[in-house]
């Protein structure tokens, strides 16, 4: 079965900008998203089609998505940012998750 | 106000069954396809299942074949997922979510989620 694989953390000063990568075989060659999840809440989507933002999701959230790597970047990062991420992708028609990076604001 | 509000969640012993319920309101329901997502707790998210807008075709994860059910009442704007022959490692929190931006599943996301309602087995 398909995996996507996330580091299990990653931390980033204030202002300073966080990478979050997501990995699995060819998934440059499908679409990925990303969906940010405070504790005690819901997922939120933040990134569709690779690097398309929701509406009401800021700026400061961008993607992309290459090779075997897709990429959430966060510039000038906020304490408010402080969350899991999950990469999702499709794989055959079912849906496929990473396992979530906790991304620490410090 | 758009959202999905979930319901049925509780405690079931092992072998028993549950029937969650998901009712959309502040959008129309019917050309949506429509998903189960799942989280066991102190876990990751975990795709559960889909169904199409038509309701014709659905799709599940391995380890709830054969066991859990998909289904909608367009009439009702509700989504449903029938859960029998429950086992421990189904214990989660049961988020229904809608699939957009996509073209028949391909590239789709999930937009809204509800607030998800939690599934206990355990005898």
């Known amino acids: 079965s398909y995996e996507l694989t996330q580091a299990p953390s990653v931390s980033v000063s204030p202002g300073q900008t966080a990478s979050i990568t997501c990995s699995g075989d060819?998934?440059?060659?499908?679409?990925a998203c990303w969906y940010q999840q405070k504790p005690g809440q819901s997922p939120v989507l933040v990134i569709y089609k690779n690097s398309k933002r929701p509406s009401g999701i800021p700026e400061r959230f961008s993607g992309s998505n290459s090779g075997n790597t897709a990429t959430l970047t966060i510039s000038g990062t906020q304490a408010m940012d402080e969350a899991d991420y999950y990469c999702q992708a499709w794989d055959s028609s079912t849906g496929v998750f990473g396992g979530g990076t906790k991304l620490t604001v410090l | 106000e758009v959202q999905l509000v979930e319901s049925g969640g509780g405690l079931v012993q092992p072998g028993g069954s549950l029937r969650l319920s998901c009712a959309a309101s502040?959008?129309?329901?019917?050309?949506?396809?429509m998903h189960w997502v799942r989280q066991a707790p102190g876990k990751g998210l975990v795709w559960v299942s889909r169904?199409?807008?038509?309701?014709?075709?659905?799709i599940y994860a391995d380890s709830v074949q054969g066991r859990f059910i998909i289904s909608r009442d367009d009439a009702k704007s509700t989504l449903y997922l029938q859960m029998n022959s429950l086992r421990a490692e189904d214990t989660a929190m049961y988020y229904c979510a809608r699939a957009n931006y996509g073209s028949r599943g391909a590239g789709d996301a999930f937009d809204i989620w509800g607030q998800g309602t939690m599934v206990t087995v355990s005898s």
């Open positions: 060819k998934l440059g060659d499908k679409y």
């Open positions: 169904i199409t807008s038509d309701g014709s075709n659905t």
């Open positions: 502040g959008f129309t329901f019917s050309p949506f396809w």
